[in-house]
């Protein structure tokens, strides 16, 4: 499947291997989740090894390990979406983190709405009765 249809379509394609692939990149990985510290909009869930963690704190940014290009990810680096870490929170069995942020940019998703700007997050499609549809305003 094309990424434009991915990333718009209404057909349900979930990457069912992707923790396998997580799993085969060879590096100490934990899920982080990126949640806008205002309004508690889920924006961004990727995962963290200990650079990742560390530059975090060092940078005040949201850092993450990329899995696909197998590189340190500081998001906005590149699009000018950094989200400014308000604080960052580790789960009861610590093997999860919640990075709560501000975004300080268009938006925290590489994907585009209808106007040209980044999405806010990346969970902008809903789904119901097996395909998905934008949510209101995220078109």
């Known amino acids: 499947m094309n990424h434009h249809k991915l990333e718009e379509g209404s057909q349900l394609a979930l990457d069912f291997t992707k923790l396998k692939k997580v799993a085969e990149c060879d590096e100490g990985l934990v899920p982080a989740v990126a949640q806008n510290a205002d309004t508690g909009e889920v924006l961004i869930v990727g995962y963290a090894n200990k650079l990742a963690l560390e530059t975090t704190l060092d940078q005040g940014m949201a850092t993450f390990w990329s899995t696909s290009r197998n590189e340190l990810w500081i998001k906005g680096k590149t699009s000018g979406d950094f989200l400014e870490i308000v604080e960052v929170c580790v789960n009861c069995e610590q093997n999860s983190l919640l990075y709560r942020v501000r975004p300080k940019g268009a938006g925290a ?13 990346c969970y ?16």
């Open 109 to 121: 998703c590489h994907t585009s709405g209808a106007n040209g700007s980044a999405r806010s997050g």
């Open 124 to 139: 902008y499609r809903v789904l119901r009765d097996g395909s998905l549809s934008f949510r209101e305003g995220m078109e």
